[in-house]
Every structure is written in C-alpha cells, then in structure tokens.
C-alpha cells in the first residue's frame, strides 16, 4: 500500500515564525503537492512538484515557498507564520498521469497564535 | 477557470436507502473522475474513479458518469452510518495530473 507521512499532526507556532512540514512517501510517485483545507473553502493547491527539484505554484501559494530535494520528500515552508495561515495541511501523491489517483497523508493541523 | 460544483448539504438519508451525490465541472476537455470519501478529521481516501461515460459499479458504490452534461454521481447503495462523512468530487483534464475538487458533500446515514 502507498503511505504518505506528515512529519506532524497537530502543531502550534507564533507569529513570525519559520515553519517546516514535512511529507514523504513511500511508493515512488513522480508527483507531489501540498493543499490546505479549511471549512468552507475545500480544498486549496499551494504547490506541487512533478520531479525532484521541480516545482509549481499552486492557487494560493503567497507566503509559502517548498523544497523536493529527494524524490520522496516534499517540504511546505512558512517563512514567517501569519495568524492567517492557521489551517489543515495535506500532502498527497500520485504516480504521473492523469489518470492516477492521489494518496493522502494524515494531515498536519496548524496554529498560529 | 475550471470549476467543480458540489451541493454542500448535508444529505440526510436513513439507513438502507440509496444515496445520491451528485457533481458538476465546467471544464469540458475534463478526462478523470474521481471520489473521495473524508471523515472528520481525517484525510480523503478514494472511493472511485470512473474515466468514460455510463456507470462503474464497486461493490455499494456506482459512479455514473455523463461527458456530454458535465456531470458525475456517485450512488451509495445500502446506505450505512459508517457513510456518512463528506464525499470529495475531484476532476481532471486530459494530460494533466493535477485535478480540481470540488467542496464537498456532507453525508448524513442515520440509523
């Protein structure tokens, strides 16, 4: 089975602080991609990789910037927390095509006070 | 700007019954279809993918899908408790890997 890893599910930061979140998978998927999920709004594309090094903007990527530097890690960064960017993260993955389903992490819940 | 439609509900159906979900998306190269089952808390798991029109059938689950209307269902048959959860519509285009979700459909199954 694909497994998808968060590095956290529950994380409480301060304003102006950097933050890591850290998504590996484990079955050498080509494409990656962080989402945040809030009520209402469903789910939003912040970035997405589809090769290491490689990386796209999403729909609402301001105030985050991300690293794939291996093929199975995919790092989301905040470089200075906002109150704002308090939400779910979700990491998923998926082999190539269009065709291919995405697999999803746990999640990572973010506080920002 | 592709869009994917989903009635937020909640759809609330008693046990036993069928329940229908239904999805909307305005792109019409629009190729892959997917839905994914969320409970609360949880992250979303696929449920069904169907990627030509008329219906696919797994187990209590049938998803129809119709290119020429722009619209995908899902069917849940025998409908359970353990159901009720929010069903993601997710929606890709020909020779992109990156799908559109919809927001979702709160699923109610009371005993």
């Known amino acids: 089975d694909v497994k998808v890893t968060q590095s956290s599910r529950y994380l409480v930061k301060r304003t102006g602080e950097k933050v890591f979140l850290e998504c590996v998978q484990d079955?050498?998927?080509?494409?990656m991609f962080w989402y945040r999920q809030d009520p209402g709004l469903g789910l939003r594309l912040i970035y997405f990789?589809?090769?290491?090094?490689?990386?796209e903007k999403g729909d609402i990527p301001e105030g985050y910037s991300v690293s794939r530097e291996k093929k199975e890690r995919f790092s989301l960064i905040l470089e200075s927390a906002s109150t704002n960017q308090t939400s779910m993260y979700l990491c998923?993955?998926?082999?190539?095509?269009?065709?291919?389903?995405?697999?999803f992490g746990p999640g990572t819940r973010l506080t920002v006070l | 700007q592709k869009e994917v439609e989903q009635n937020s509900g909640p759809l609330s159906v008693p046990e036993g019954a069928i329940a229908s979900l239904n999805c909307t998306y305005s792109?019409?190269?629009?190729?892959?279809f997917f839905w994914y089952r969320q409970y609360s808390g949880k992250s979303p798991e696929l449920i069904m993918s169907?990627?030509?029109?008329g219906d696919k059938e797994d187990g209590r689950f049938t998803a129809q899908l119709n290119k020429a209307s722009q619209y995908v269902s899902l069917l849940i048959r025998d409908s359970q408790p353990s159901d009720s959860a929010t069903y993601l519509c997710?929606?890709?285009?020909?020779?992109?890997?990156?799908?559109?979700f919809g927001r979702g459909t709160s699923l109610i199954v009371h005993p």
């Open positions: 169907i990627y030509s029109n």
């Open positions: 997710a929606v890709s285009p020909g020779g992109s890997y990156i799908p559109t």
């Open positions: 998923a993955s998926s082999l190539s095509g269009s065709n291919d389903e995405q697999f």
């Open positions: 079955m050498d998927h080509e494409n």
């Open positions: 792109d019409r190269v629009s190729q892959s």
């Open positions: 990789s589809y090769d290491v090094k490689m990386k």
